[in-house]
T-cell receptor
């Protein structure tokens, strides 16, 4: 009954370091996405994927890379961390367009860049 | 560009009160609308999903309505409890790949 699992839950980085936030879902969902949540800005879409091998940019993609080699996993890579990337990151998934499209979220990954 | 607004930003009520949270959106061309709950430091929990062809959905003490023509949705909470204290977020899905979120209403239910 795992749903959407994100790791790590907390991370502190120094400016310029790189890291990967992991996201896995066990619901066989086609759609997966990454959002960041910042005070006063709400949730903003970073990248999304509509199936294995298919990814695209969202509203705020700069500084982030994604890949989707399997249906289950959708990692988010920070290439060279900047203080502006301090945020809470959420991974979300939903079934394909022919289904209800209800979005399920992970518990979040809290990232601080010093 | 689709924009979602939630008013009020914060709401404080005594326990037992019935209350309504409001969500408005600027473009009626949506795939569906979803209400979420977020507790401090936690992820988003889906409460109710209303497809574009539906008018309302109910789950326990919660009832959500959708009026696409006026660009409005309401979340009705009956007999509020302190455990209902959380931030409630509304999101519309204008396309399959994208959700647009409001900034939420922070609800406090006082014992």
């Amino acid at each position: 009954n795992a749903g959407v699992t994100q790791t790590p839950k907390f991370q502190v980085l120094k400016t310029g370091q790189s890291m990967t936030l992991q996201c896995a879902q066990d619901m066989n969902h086609e759609y997966m996405s990454w959002y960041r949540q910042d005070p006063g800005m709400g949730l903003r879409l970073i990248h999304y994927s509509v199936g294995a091998g298919i990814t695209d940019q969202g509203e705020v993609p700069n500084g982030y890379n994604v890949s989707r080699s399997t249906t289950e996993d959708f990692p988010l890579r920070l290439l060279s961390a900047a203080p502006s990337q301090t945020s809470v990151y959420f991974c979300a998934s939903s079934a394909g367009a022919q289904n209800t499209g209800e979005l399920f979220f992970g518990e979040g990954s809290r990232l601080t860049v010093l | 560009k689709q924009e979602v607004t939630q008013i009020p930003a914060a709401l404080s009520v005594p326990e037992g009160e019935n209350l309504v949270l409001n969500c408005s959106f600027t473009d009626s061309a949506i795939y569906n609308l979803q209400w979420f709950r977020q507790d401090p430091g936690k992820g988003l929990t889906s409460l109710l999903l209303i497809q574009s062809s539906q008018r309302e959905q109910t789950s326990g003490r919660l009832n959500a309505s959708l009026d696409k023509s006026s660009g409005r949705s309401t979340l009705y909470i009956a007999a509020s409890q302190p455990g209902d204290s959380a931030t409630y977020l509304c999101a519309v899905r204008p396309a399959y790949h994208k959700l647009v979120f409001g900034k939420g209403t922070k609800l406090t239910v006082n014992p």
